[in-house]
């Protein structure tokens, strides 16, 4: 875990996604990705799971929809990761936390928490009561961070994402009070 310090709030800042920022996303989750899953997934599962989720039409998809937030994290102007969020159509109470991603030399500064506190604030505003989240089963460091944040298991599942992949996860809900 990284010794350096927290930076200043007035440092940190979180902004929503634009069109301008596809190729700067695109990177900052390349980099992220293949720091955080090389081992726990097969590299061509990380690449496959990559050009889905961050093509142009799909960010351009989500960028559009009232329903969906995806948000920058940069600190002192530098981006360092970022968090995404939705709301379920087939559980209304509930908003899920799609995306929060940190690369590793910003981890343990309180940074991923503050992104989790951003979606929070988020649901809360909604008036929503639940958080819901899909953590990797073999991805043991993001299971503590989010246990730690108060979320518990509410099942194991395997989702299909095509292309022959299988994501095999763990659904975690956090109850706002």
């Not at 920022?21 to 726990?40: E, H, K, N, S």
């Not at 009232?66 to 709301?87: A, F, K, Q």
């Not at 799609?98 to 008036?127: D, F, I």
């Not at 979320?151 to 809900?173: N, P, Q």
Request: net charge negative; aromatic share 8%.
């Amino acid at each position: 875990m990284p010794t350096s310090a927290q930076p200043s709030p007035a440092d940190v800042e979180l902004t929503a996604l634009s069109a301008a920022d596809f190729p700067l996303l695109r990177d900052l989750a390349t980099r992220i990705w293949r720091q955080a899953y090389t081992g726990m997934v097969p590299d061509e599962q990380i690449e496959y799971m990559l050009g889905k989720r961050h093509s142009d039409e799909a960010l351009a998809e989500l960028i559009a929809a009232p329903d969906r937030w995806l948000e920058i994290l940069r600190v002192g102007g530098e981006p360092v990761g970022y968090c995404g969020s939705e709301l379920i159509a087939a559980e209304p109470d509930t908003l899920k936390l799609g995306q929060l991603y940190l690369l590793e030399a910003r981890r343990g500064r309180g940074l991923g928490r503050h992104m989790l506190a951003h979606v929070e604030a988020r649901a809360r505003a909604l008036g929503l009561g639940t958080i819901l989240l899909q953590v990797n089963k073999a991805n043991v460091a993001a299971q503590g961070f989010y246990r730690a944040a108060g979320f518990t298991v509410r099942e194991a599942a395997v989702f299909d994402i095509g292309g022959g992949w299988v994501m095999d996860d763990y659904l975690l809900e956090k109850r706002l009070a």
